[in-house]
């Protein structure tokens, strides 16, 4: 059951596509005053939800604010990442669960249980706003009920299910030739290499710099020949220069954002001086979308959309200022608090609160401020190129994935977790923040497997692959100066070619949990907690997820463990694999255990009753053999498992059409 309320004349974001009838103003669960919403919490409540945050699966005892931020530091303390995803469910024991959306562009701050441990309050920075009530029998009925109303998720190609690799960055073709060959002749499965913001001439979208890639389109088709696609990067900053063709379009038609007297408000980013091009105008939109042709017609079918909260390094008027003030402190002495006025102020440069009140957009035919639009510009970049994708390429689907994101977008591309560290605590962060995701419809998703900044080392990196093997989107990545981390670039080769190898056999059943979970708006990526809601243990385990239907993961996630405990909230069967072979099966009843786990391992466990298809081994997708699956179960004769498959390109698939039963 649904309930939606409307106060003051909320802008339409276009998260919602299916809306129910506005009912009065007296919401059902929480108390209203102003723009504050209240509730006490039992002790028992778990809250899950808000999507791309940091700390637990049940979101309890901290504050997060929905203001999408180029945020490289995810510590616990941080309380905004990239995206805004006002969605979240309360589960009590005992009583029904329920569920809240706020839709509105607006800042956000919500404080579960940080100023008072039972109170969660809600704040919003205005007063228009749409506010949605769900009930329902168990979390996943809310999340359906949710998912519904707004739409179906973006399916990505089935290639994009294979391992990707990416560096800031690979500078040439040789370069990209070299990660190829390495992976290939190591055996190590790859589908993608990442091309990250190298690859364009002096940081421009869509060019290339000639001098690095001066074959561009025949390592495309090189690299296709290998069965490697291309991803290229696309940022939300197009560089100011004469004679570059998109800079000079979006000027002569005015698609660029303007600042208060009607001049294209310039900002700092990668290339320097840049405009941002006005997503929010519908026909800005359409022409910047249109332009990733330019990479299309040279056979690249995958993109990532980048600095899209957006972020700003200055804007043109601070820079400007802060040089001048600079001056004033040449020559005075700098004490306390002089030197940190003066550090603070060129650091103060970087996503100036009043650099995003400074400039404006043309949303239909209203001017607005970007501040009052702020967390919906990630949303309308990938939606500018997704509405072009479905124009230009109607008949496959166009990989892609965003950095910022509002709900809503869940249905133009995926998104990946933004610039995490080689941080052992991030690879737990990675699991918590996947069915947070899924329960907003972001099921495409994934971290920087090994970490982004920070150097990785051998057994971080297996680890983390230990997980990511998971993950729908499976991509290692790391930055600029950081020590190489590519499955190659350590000693066990063999080990990374074993865990990656894993998951071109598990691919039948992972990508047939992901389209069903997709097509039926459902989760992809579960906690305990939404199976087994009554198990108090279960309720609380926050290293543990259930993928799909039949298998719970348990990844280790320490350095130097052997292993870890697993909680079995029923009886479960133990396959273990070494590299890509089972190496034991073995059944175990409920409750706490030990298991030992070494670094070239895979440990997961079957539920009762279920059954995981199994694939051989593969070193890209399009090898995969589906007709010959291996069936590790844990059921009895009759047990039946729904395999669903389809050509991997096909963009609006139905269900029933592709759906196979497998007797055991
Ligand atoms: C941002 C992205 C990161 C990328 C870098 C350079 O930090 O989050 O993934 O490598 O920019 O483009």
């Not at 059951?1 to 809306?19: C, H, N, Q, W």
């Not at 790859?190 to 025949?218: G, H, N, Q, V």
């Amino acid at each position: 059951m649904v309930r939606r309320y409307v106060f003051g004349s909320p802008l339409e974001t276009d998260a919602v596509i299916k809306k129910p009838e506005a009912c009065g103003s007296k919401t059902q669960f929480f108390e209203k005053e102003g723009s504050t919403l209240r509730y006490m919490m039992d002790e028992e409540d778990i809250v899950y939800g808000l999507g791309e945050n940091v700390r637990g699966i049940n979101k309890r005892g901290w504050i997060y604010v929905s203001n999408c931020t180029d945020e490289p530091h995810h510590h616990e303390n941080t309380s905004s990442l990239y995206g805004a995803h006002n969605f979240l469910i309360v589960a009590g024991k005992g009583k029904r669960p329920f569920g809240l959306f706020l839709d509105t562009p607006d800042k956000i701050a919500f404080d579960i249980g940080y100023t008072k441990h039972s109170l969660l309050e809600i704040r919003i920075d205005g007063m228009d706003y749409e506010l949605y009530e769900f009930e329902g029998e168990t979390p996943d009925e809310i999340v359906k009920e949710f998912r519904e109303m707004i739409g179906l998720p973006f399916l990505p190609p089935k290639w994009a299910f294979g391992f990707g690799q990416c560096r800031w960055s690979y500078r040439t073709s040789q370069e990209v030739r070299e990660v190829a060959r390495q992976y290939r002749e190591n055996h190590i499965p790859i589908d993608s290499i990442y091309l990250d913001i190298d690859y364009m001439e002096r940081y421009k979208d869509f060019t290339i710099d000639r001098e690095s890639f001066p074959d561009f389109e025949a390592l495309v088709s090189e690299m296709k020949e290998q069965g490697i696609h291309l991803v290229p990067i696309i940022d939300a900053g197009v560089k100011i220069e004469e004679g570059y063709d998109t800079y000079e379009e979006g000027v002569k038609n005015g698609y660029f954002c303007k600042d208060e007297n009607g001049e294209d408000f310039v900002v700092g980013v990668w290339p320097g001086r840049c405009h941002f091009p006005d997503m929010l105008n519908d026909e800005a939109r359409r022409w910047f979308g249109l332009k990733y042709k330019f990479l299309l017609d040279k056979g690249i079918d995958g993109f990532w959309n980048d600095m899209n909260e957006p972020a700003i390094f200055y804007s043109e008027r601070r820079l400007k200022e802060t040089f001048d003030k600079l001056e004033e402190y040449r020559d005075i002495n700098l004490d306390v608090k002089s030197f940190f006025a003066f550090k603070d102020m060129v650091a103060g440069l970087e996503k100036n609160p009043e650099d995003y009140r400074s400039f404006y957009h043309n949303y239909r035919g209203e001017r607005i401020r970007h501040d009052k639009v702020h967390n919906l510009f990630g949303y309308y970049m990938t939606r500018s190129a997704g509405e072009a994708f479905e124009e230009l390429e109607p008949d496959r689907r166009i990989l892609m994935f965003s950095r910022s994101s509002y709900i809503g977008m869940h249905r133009y591309g995926g998104i990946w977790m933004g610039d995490n560290k080689s941080w052992w605590s991030h690879i737990l962060m990675n699991l918590k923040m996947l069915p947070s995701l899924n329960m907003c419809g972001f099921l495409y998703t994934g971290a920087d497997i090994g970490g982004f900044s920070c150097d990785a080392t051998e057994d971080l990196v297996l680890r983390w692959l230990s997980l990511g093997i998971f993950t729908p989107l499976m991509r290692n990545h790391s930055c600029d100066g950081t020590r190489r981390q590519e499955a190659y670039a350590f000693e066990d080769t063999e080990a990374f070619a074993g865990i990656i190898g894993l998951r071109y056999r598990l691919l039948p059943y992972l990508y047939s949990e992901f389209m069903k979970a997709v097509l039926k708006n459902e989760m992809y990526a579960r906690p305990l907690g939404f199976v087994w809601g009554e198990d108090p243990v279960a309720r609380r385990t926050e290293d543990q997820l259930m993928i799909g239907e039949s298998v719970m993961i348990a990844p280790v996630y320490e350095q130097n463990a052997a292993g870890r405990t697993v909680y079995l909230p029923e009886e479960m069967k133990l396959v273990r694999f070494g590299g890509t072979e089972i190496t034991e099966e073995r059944e175990l009843p409920a409750g706490h255990h030990y298991i030992e786990v070494a670094l070239d391992e895979v440990v997961i466990f079957i539920r009762k009753g279920r059954i995981l298809p199994l694939a051989q081994t593969a070193e890209k997708v399009d090898d995969v053999d589906w007709d010959t699956l291996e069936l590790i179960h844990f059921a009895q004769p009759g047990a039946v498992y729904e395999l669903y498959d389809d050509d991997g390109a096909e963009r609006h698939p139905k269900l029933e059409e592709h759906i196979s039963e497998i007797v055991l």
